[in-house]
Each structure stands twice: as structure tokens, then as C-alpha cells.
Nanobody, 115 residues
Framework: QVQLVESGGGLVQPGGSLRLSCAAS????????MGWYRQAPGPQREFVAL???????NYADSVKGRFTISRDNAKNTVYLQMNSLKPEDTAVYYC?????????WGQGTQVAVSS
């Protein structure tokens, strides 16, 4: 099994910044892709960003230019630096990592952007 644990969420004002972290542990021998989805109130989870082990990134249009995904392969950790936050960024953010044909999810960390 693989465990993903997120941290770094919280309440910030519009225009503020947060940095999310997600650490993987367990039966982790390779993490080719790690990334983030988010879920605002409602049933659908939205793709945010991903990064490959080699450093290739992909972002949702809604966060391009504001969010930066990075990873520390030695620590099996992925980060999401979120700048210029908007109220519409409010959501529960979930880390994900496909491993050996199974997609693993973190428990989620809440991000609220409000004045």
C-alpha cells in the first residue's frame, strides 16, 4: 500500500499564498507522476497540476501563472505553491499518485480563500 499525507492548507485572504505538501510513504519504489486535484462543494473533482519524476509539469488553465508544482524525489514529496489566490480556489485539495496500476489519494487538505 501507499499512503499520501497532505499538509499546508488553511484560510487566506484573496491575493495571498499557501504552500501545500504531500508526502508519500509505504510501498513506494517509483512515483512516476504525482499531482493535485481539488474539489469545491459539489461532486466533481478537478485536475489542478501534475509533475513527472523527470520534472515535466502540466497545469489546469485556471491556475497557470499562479500555481507552481514541484517535487523532491529523495523525500517522495510533492509541493504546490499557490500564489495570487482567488475565492474560486477554495476547495479541498487532494494529492494523487498512480503506483503499479492503482491511483492513490491523500485525505485532502482544506484551502479557503476569503476576506
Amino acid at each position: 500500500q501507499v499512503q499520501l499525507v497532505e499538509s499546508g492548507g488553511g484560510l487566506v485572504q484573496p491575493g495571498g499564498s499557501l504552500r501545500l505538501s504531500c508526502a508519500a510513504s509505504g510501498s513506494v519504489f517509483s512515483l512516476t507522476i504525482m499531482g493535485w486535484y481539488r474539489q469545491a462543494p459539489g461532486p466533481q473533482r478537478e485536475f489542478v497540476a501534475l509533475i513527472t519524476k523527470g520534472g515535466t509539469t502540466n497545469y489546469a488553465d485556471s491556475v497557470k501563472g499562479r500555481f507552481t508544482i514541484s517535487r523532491d524525489n529523495a523525500k517522495n514529496t510533492v509541493y504546490l505553491q499557490m500564489n495570487s489566490l482567488k475565492p474560486e480556489d477554495t476547495a479541498v485539495y487532494y494529492c494523487f499518485a498512480p503506483v503499479s496500476g492503482t491511483n492513490y489519494w491523500g485525505q485532502g487538505t482544506q484551502v479557503a480563500v476569503s476576506s
